[in-house]
Each structure stands twice: as structure tokens, then as C-alpha cells.
């Protein structure tokens, strides 16, 4: 098998190729086909990102809505349905027709919603049929370049030094950013203020514009920025050393063991999808997902391909959601 990298100009291409099948979102879709016919697809499958064009998830999307698209011989488009920490999107396909022809970029948030949230509008479980895992990404604690701080213990100096005066921002109301920092602050003594945003990419603008004193975004939305010297990360929030950062620390190291998070997405579909079509696209994703191409395109920015089987992957929900109202309890969070 000949040798394939992970330029910037590869993942370019796949972009603007999805980009493209996204256009396709407006066009009226005949029907040509019942959706339990074993022919399915006939026609373009629209996949529901609940978070903002930009964002680690969104891009990760395009790329798998790519090779899909040549796997399965029909465009998947992506559809941005940003809000509410992700529920807007996952509300809108738990009520879509379960034909096969809607999917959901799923993932922890929506398990974390669950408890989060008093009525978020969906069940993680009765609403979804959920297909496979297909990737992890480390959390990232960052602040800006101009700060003056440099490690996790200049940072808790600073809070400590002038309580609730530092805000944080986070990629909305439940999500790991949020919840991390807030066992974070918990582990450390530290009275920190909660400023949401719409997602990961907003979350890294107000730390690059100092709206903010820091963050805690998935590592593959703000390593470019490291990369570039405008973020310094702190921390890494999971159980090991990310290899695209091997000097940064994790939590556990520099004396925080019980924070350990990561963010992990997947594919779900309506709850009455027919059995025939989800074992079809679980066997297309899967072979997409084992292409070193796309491979190396999902990780270049030092996100984790993870394949999980349906059952694991509604497993990694239960847990969440257990560590969710487990983490609520220890910070006092109550649900809105």
C-alpha cells in the first residue's frame, strides 16, 4: 500500500468537496425509492452536526461525509445546527423521518444534556438508534499568549489572588469544557466565572481575544492556535500525553488526578431506522474509517480515531451521563 500523507492541501481538497455536496442541501430530493428497500440509498443523505461550521466536530464530519459520499454512491451533506449545547440538532433529527436519509453527528454532550438540561427536548436513548463511535479528542486548557501565564499554577495563583474575577469560556452549557473547568475549579479552590459560547471555535476566539482569561477546547480546535504561539496550554484534561503536545502535561501530573475528560462523537439515527439500513451504513462507516487517508486527516489536528461497536457506544451514553450527575452533584450545578 503506497504511502499516504496528510498534507494540508489533502484535507483541503476533502473540505471543499463537502463543501460543495453541501449545496446540494437546498435542492428538493425525489423520491425514487422506499427507504426499507434494500437498494437504500437512492438519493442524498443529509447529516445533522449539532454544533457550528468550523468546529473539531463539523470538520471531522466533512471529512467522514466525503469518502462516505464515494462509499455509498450518494452525497452526504452536512447540515450546521448549532444551539443549545447541541440539543437543537439532535432534536430536530430525533423527529425526522427514520428512513435513513437524516443523520446526527452524536456524541457526549448529548449525554450530558440528559442531566444538564431539564428538558432537552430529546432521549438519548428512546429518540436514537445509535450507529458506532468513530472518534476522541483531548481537552485542552489554554489561555492567551499575552497572559503572563505559563502553568497550571500561575493560573490558580491568579484566581486565588483575586476571587470571581476570572471568567472562563466553554463550548456551551454542558459540555466537557464546561464541566471540566468546573471540576477543575473544584479540585484547586478556585472561584472562576462560566462564560458559554456556541462551540469549541467561539471558545478559542475569546481566549484569542481576551474576552476571556481562559479555556478548555477540544485540543484539536486550538492546537493550530498553539502551534502558532497564541494559546499556551496548561493542561491536558485525559489520561495520558497527547503526542502532538508530548511536553504538556496532564492534569493527573501536575497534582489534579480526579479530572480526567475527553470528548468522544459518533453517528445515531432516528430511533425506527430499519435494522437493514443501520447495519449498511455501520459497514460503510466503518470501511471509511479504516482508510489511512481519512485517517490522517482526522488526526493531523491530534484528534483520535476510535471505532466503537453500537453497543459499546451506547454504553460510553450510560456512563456520561452517570459521570455527568456525578460531577453536577461535586460542583453544585443544578439542571436549566
Do not use: C
Amino acid at each position: 500500500m503506497p504511502h499516504i500523507t496528510s498534507s494540508g492541501q489533502d484535507r483541503r481538497q476533502f473540505l471543499r468537496a463537502a463543501g460543495a455536496a453541501s449545496l446540494a442541501a437546498g435542492l428538493p430530493w425525489a423520491a425514487t425509492a422506499s427507504a426499507h428497500d434494500s437498494v437504500w440509498p437512492t438519493r442524498p443523505i443529509k447529516w445533522v452536526v449539532p454544533y457550528l461550521a468550523g468546529t473539531s466536530p463539523d470538520t471531522a464530519a466533512r471529512i467522514v461525509a466525503e469518502a462516505l459520499s464515494a462509499q455509498l454512491g450518494q452525497p452526504v451533506v452536512i447540515d450546521n445546527r448549532a444551539g443549545a449545547g447541541g440539543n437543537i440538532g439532535a432534536r430536530q433529527v430525533a423527529k425526522a423521518p427514520a428512513d435513513g436519509y437524516t443523520l446526527l453527528y452524536s456524541g457526549s454532550p448529548m449525554a450530558a444534556a440528559m442531566r444538564m438540561y431539564k428538558s432537552p427536548g430529546y432521549d438519548v436513548f428512546k429518540d436514537f438508534r445509535h450507529v458506532l463511535g468513530m472518534s476522541r479528542s483531548d481537552i485542552l486548557v489554554v489561555v492567551h499568549a499575552d497572559s503572563g501565564m505559563r502553568t497550571l499554577d500561575d493560573l490558580a495563583a491568579r484566581a486565588k489572588a483575586r476571587p470571581g474575577a476570572l471568567d472562563y469560556a466553554s463550548g456551551g452549557v454542558g459540555t466537557p469544557s464546561h464541566l471540566g473547568v468546573e471540576m477543575l475549579a473544584s479540585s484547586m479552590g478556585l472561584q472562576v466565572n462560566h462564560v458559554p459560547y456556541k462551540g469549541a471555535s467561539e471558545l478559542v476566539n475569546a481566549v484569542l481575544g481576551q474576552q476571556v482569561a481562559f479555556g478548555a477546547p477540544l485540543f484539536s480546535v486550538a492546537y493550530s492556535q498553539v502551534l502558532a504561539g497564541r494559546l499556551v496550554p496548561l493542561a491536558i484534561a485525559g489520561p495520558q500525553r497527547n503526542a502532538k503536545l508530548p511536553q504538556v502535561q496532564t492534569l493527573a501530573e501536575l497534582g489534579v488526578p480526579d479530572v480526567n475528560l475527553t470528548s468522544w462523537g459518533g453517528v445515531s439515527v432516528p430511533a425506527a431506522t430499519p435494522e437493514a439500513i443501520v447495519q449498511r451504513l455501520r459497514t460503510a462507516l466503518e470501511e471509511v474509517l479504516r482508510q489511512p487517508k481519512v485517517i490522517a486527516l482526522l488526526e493531523q489536528e491530534g484528534g483520535k480515531v476510535a471505532i466503537t461497536s453500537a453497543e459499546a457506544y451506547a454504553k460510553g451514553f450510560e456512563r456520561e451521563i452517570q459521570f455527568t450527575q456525578s460531577m453536577m452533584q461535586r460542583v453544585g450545578i443544578q439542571p436549566i
